[in-house]
């Protein structure tokens, strides 16, 4: 066995970070996410790079912001040209293996994983491209509506169970097969779920955990649609929040469902840790648990993403790693921050990923010292109608967009962002210096004018790929049936011998 340390990712979907303050709240029915909390460093403010499944990810893997790696959208292709933290794990001698959704748009489906285990759950290719030449069209077929409100409830299956069934069966699968010991390089595997994602519907067991959950309503009332912020009201639009009657019974269903979720996955993930503790690679193996972004689950009106306030941007993050002091660290963090620190917990020198990052590891911050640098957020996806960027400092957020009027908040007296102090005043050198910041940072009209012409190719390569024969760029996975279980170019012997973990005993 290899002395580096071995890797474990669990990533979820949509799972908001307002509900792991300090690991999942007391209420949450998830004993192996609290288990699991107790012995990691827990960031009580991470932050993704970009509230979308697959700018959030592309950000997450890459360490680069959306206007870096060209993922702006759910349909812009993850150049294969871009480090990836698993191409680094790769390069300096892990075996990478994927088992789920990472939401890569585009021909290459693997991004420096060695091996990948299951289809993903969302098209791959550039179908689902908005248009900033068209704004406030809505595009009915692939659109966030709230049909996942208005139907939550109960199921025994869903296309999401199905799918999240079969991640988990194929990674402890996997775990166990590391576990034999048969493989001689450090191992890298990332878990990826769809849930606690809408549709919000969950199975009739986790469902009954939340009867008499005192969470069900939101904190923040709903705004009414011409007191939202401009971005705000164009998600409405998006969302078409006016072909459906949401009563607060719809509200309170969709909540529980989504907690629900919350504990489904905690199941999945405690077989997977399970295995590893089965087969006696926990002191050797990182773990980290991650959100590529969150869920408003209608705190002040809104559900969903897409969005820079808590409920939709903040992640639960968690570094479970031989030498990592465990306990909370307040300081805000980004999930572009992953790759230099996994990097870093391997052994890996960080001048040679420096390039390739606008994160920084964490190992000095969960060590005591402090962090200098802000975080950094972007959006430019459905509902956007220019991009948005944002600064998170301190006690401050700063979001900026050339179509809207920019907005100040003080998360330490207002944690539910209801006051704009932008236009306050007593706030104006504090503006004035984020404002500052964010010019040395963006460029926002070439932002901008990458964004359109990306979306213009997009269009025209689409519309052309879809005419006459098809070929998908999804992930078919490789099934080699001749080389598991016993086949005759095999020693029966040996095959028992080798599959056995522990031995001997």
């Known amino acids: 066995m290899s002395a580096q340390p071995n890797i474990l990712i669990i990533m979820v979907d949509q799972l908001s970070g307002t509900l792991f303050p300090d690991g999942p709240v007391p209420w949450l029915h998830a004993p192996h996410l609290k288990a699991l909390a107790q012995r990691s460093a827990r960031f009580a403010n991470a932050y993704t790079g970009s509230p979308l499944c697959a700018p959030g990810r592309a950000s997450f893997m890459s360490g680069q912001l959306p206007h870096r790696t060209r993922v702006y959208d759910n349909a812009a292709e993850f150049g294969s040209d871009i480090p990836t933290y698993a191409h680094h794990l790769r390069a300096a001698g892990y075996a990478t293996t994927l088992s789920g959704k990472m939401h890569f748009v585009g021909p290459d489906q693997l991004h420096g994983f060695e091996e990948r285990l299951t289809t993903d759950i969302y098209p791959a290719d550039f179908g689902w491209t908005p248009d900033y030449d068209k704004p406030g069209e809505r595009i009915d077929w692939w659109y966030h509506n709230l049909g996942s409100v208005k139907g939550a409830g109960i199921a025994e299956i869903t296309n999401q169970l199905e799918y999240d069934d079969e991640v988990a069966f194929n990674a402890t699968r996997k775990i166990y097969d590391l576990g034999r010991r048969l493989e001689e390089r450090p191992w890298m595997l990332t878990v990826s779920f769809t849930h606690p994602h809408d549709p919000y519907v969950a199975r009739r067991k986790y469902w009954d955990l939340y009867e008499d959950c005192a969470h069900l309503d939101p904190e923040t009332a709903p705004i009414a649609y011409e007191d939202q912020d401009p971005h705000a009201q164009r998600l409405m639009d998006a969302c078409d929040f006016r072909g459906l009657d949401i009563s607060a019974d719809d509200v309170r ?3 529980r469902a989504y907690f629900a979720n919350i504990s489904y996955v905690d199941d999945k993930i405690g077989e997977i840790l399970q295995a590893l503790e089965g087969t006696r690679q926990v002191d050797n193996t990182i773990v980290v648990f991650v959100s590529d972004h969150g869920d408003m689950l209608g705190e002040r009106g809104l559900w969903f993403k897409m969005n820079f306030l808590e409920g939709s941007a903040r992640v639960p993050l968690m570094i ?3 030498g990592l002091p465990a306990g909370r660290v307040d300081t805000p963090v980004s999930t572009m921050d992953l790759t230099p620190t996994l990097c870093d917990l391997a052994g ?5 990923i420096a390039p390739w990052t606008d994160g ?9 010292v402090a962090r200098t640098t802000p975080v950094l957020l972007e959006y430019a996806a459905e509902g956007s109608i220019a991009p948005l960027v944002c600064l998170r400092e301190g006690k401050w957020k700063y979001i900026e967009c050339a179509a809207d009027p920019t907005q100040l908040f003080d998360l330490s007296r207002d944690p539910h962002e209801l006051t704009n102090l932008a236009s306050d005043p007593a706030h104006a050198e504090t503006l004035a210096g984020f404002a500052a ?4 940072i963006w460029d926002l009209d070439a932002f901008d004018a990458d964004i359109r012409a990306s979306q213009a190719r997009r269009h025209v ?7 006459g024969a098809y070929y998908p760029w999804d992930f078919q996975p490789l099934q ?8 005759n170019h095999m020693d029966l012997n040996v095959l028992e011998e080798n599959k056995r973990y522990p031995r001997g005993e």
Do not use: C, F, H, W
């Open 480 to 487: 080699q049936a001749s080389e598991r279980y016993m086949r």
């Open 348 to 352: 890996i020198s960080l001048d040679k």
């Open 461 to 467: 390569v689409y519309a052309a790929l879809r005419n």
């Open 253 to 255: 269903r969709s909540r």
């Open 320 to 322: 479970a790693a031989p």
């Open 360 to 368: 920084e590891t964490l190992l000095p911050l969960a060590n005591g």
């Open 437 to 440: 910041r964010a010019r040395e």
